[in-house]
C-alpha cells in the first residue's frame, strides 16, 4: 500500500506559480515512480509529467514542458511540481500517482492522491 498526499493548490493569476508536493506514505521504495495528472470540469484526466524513481529522468506532456518542472526528495519522501508561467488551461484538479513502472498512461498507476485545486485566473 501507498499513500499520497496532494497541496499547494490555489488561485493563482495568469503568469504566476504554484508549487504542489505529493508527500507519500508506504511501501514507496515499491513504488517508485510518481506521475503527476490534472483534470478540469467535463475532460478526462490527462497526464501531466512524471519521475523516476531516483529522480533522473522526468517527461512532461507538451502542453506543460517548458513550464512546469517535477522534482522529488526520497528522503523525504516528498515530489514537488513547479508550475511557472501559468495559464487559465491549466486550472483543473492535479493529481499524484505512484506506479512500477515508466508510463504515461493513467492505468499505468495502482495509487492516488485524493488531488489540489489549482484554480488560474485570467
Known amino acids: 500500500q501507498v499513500q499520497l498526499v496532494e497541496s499547494g493548490g490555489g488561485l493563482v493569476q495568469t503568469g504566476g506559480s504554484l508549487r504542489l508536493s505529493c508527500a507519500a506514505s508506504?511501501?514507496?521504495?515499491?513504488?517508485?515512480?510518481i506521475g503527476w495528472f490534472r483534470q478540469a470540469p467535463g475532460k478526462e484526466r490527462e497526464f501531466v509529467g512524471l519521475v523516476t524513481r531516483s529522480g533522473g529522468s522526468t517527461s512532461y506532456s507538451d502542453s506543460v514542458k517548458g513550464r512546469f518542472t517535477i522534482s522529488r526528495d526520497n528522503a523525504k519522501n516528498t515530489v514537488h511540481l513547479q508550475m511557472m508561467s501559468l495559464k487559465p488551461e491549466d486550472t483543473a484538479v492535479y493529481y499524484c500517482a505512484a506506479g512500477i513502472r515508466y508510463s504515461r498512461a493513467r492505468d499505468a498507476y495502482d495509487y492516488w492522491g485524493q488531488g489540489t485545486q489549482v484554480t488560474v485566473s485570467s
Open positions: 508506504g511501501r514507496t521504495f515499491s513504488y517508485g515512480y
